[in-house]
């Protein structure tokens, strides 16, 4: 009886399994929305602290920039911002949020990306939306932010919804983690700042059952919940007290679903009355 039961576990692990890629353990840090501003010494402190506490962690595989990097779309903000991040000592990622990009003054999608790669030679993303793959894990960098009159209510284009498409079928045996600013599960009611025909992007998701996790930034709330077997997770500004950046860790276990777990960490930076919105 013990034979056949071990026998049946055997099986439902491997049908469990099947067409499925095995994806090792990872661990990310998110930091979102830290507002880098030239001449904000508080901006500065806080972030240079960030990386500071974020080279002391073990077991780090990236970090992950979820949108608001710099507080206004200026060149020489992203340079600064860039030289600070660049002290990392593991790869970074950027998405973009509506603080990031605004084309009528010069800074474009396009040349975000140009100033960061011309500041950072080892960055390899070349478009707002791209694919990271780790661990046997895809991590899909989702572009929501408009560049001609930016706003705090996301936009994810039709054209990035095809895209999103095309990647969750060709990558339907990895677990993918979908990363971005703009949150389609809320961490709290606001209209202000909410995503604009979210249900096409739900209609996406509904396609595929190989996302695991979609992580946002864009509300400074911490939220975390599960809608249709995906787990939401919003973090924290870095720029607003107590500065958090969040640890995600995702575990695997042959025959199981992934586990997440996230960690809030403080950067402990007094607060010198910076308000960021």
């Known amino acids: 009886m013990k034979s056949i039961l071990i026998k049946f576990l055997t ?9 499925r890629a095995f994806a090792g353990d990872i661990k990310f840090v998110q ?3 830290s507002h880098y501003e030239v001449g904000n010494d508080y901006s500065k402190e806080v972030l240079e602290e960030a990386v500071k506490q974020v080279n002391k962690l073990k077991g780090v595989s ?17 340079v600064e911002f860039v030289r600070i991040v660049n002290k990392l000592n593991v790869p970074y990622y950027l998405a973009f949020g509506n603080h990031d990009v605004y084309k009528n003054v010069g800074m474009s999608k396009v040349n975000y990306i140009k100033i960061v790669k011309d500041n950072n030679v080892f960055y390899k993303p ?9 661990n046997g894990f895809v991590f899909i960098v989702l572009d929501g932010a408009k560049e001609v009159i930016p706003g705090s209510v996301g936009y994810y284009r039709q054209s990035t919804l095809e895209w999103l498409d095309k990647q969750l079928s060709k990558y339907k045996k990895y677990p993918v983690v979908i990363l971005q600013h703009y949150p389609i599960v809320e961490p709290k009611e606001r209209k202000s700042h909410r995503v604009y025909q979210p249900e096409k992007y739900f209609k996406v998701l509904e396609k595929h059952n190989n996302v695991i ?9 911490n939220g975390e919940q599960m809608k249709d077997g995906i787990y939401h997770i919003s973090t924290p500004s870095l720029i607003v007290e107590p500065n958090y950046y969040k640890i995600i860790d995702i575990v695997t276990t042959p025959g199981f ?6 960690e809030l960490k403080s950067v402990g930076v007094k607060l010198h009355l910076a308000i960021f919105r």
Request: neutral net charge; glycine residues 4%.
């Open 62 to 78: 990236f970090v992950v920039f979820t949108g608001d990097n710099i507080n206004r779309p200026r060149e020489e903000n992203l």
């Open 11 to 19: 099986v439902l692990c491997c049908l469990l399994c099947v067409n």
């Open 126 to 134: 070349s478009s707002p939306n791209y694919v990271v793959k780790k």
């Open 213 to 221: 996790a979609i992580v946002s930034g864009h509300y400074h709330l």
């Open 31 to 33: 930091i979102t929305d």
């Open 257 to 262: 679903s992934p586990m997440i777990y996230t």
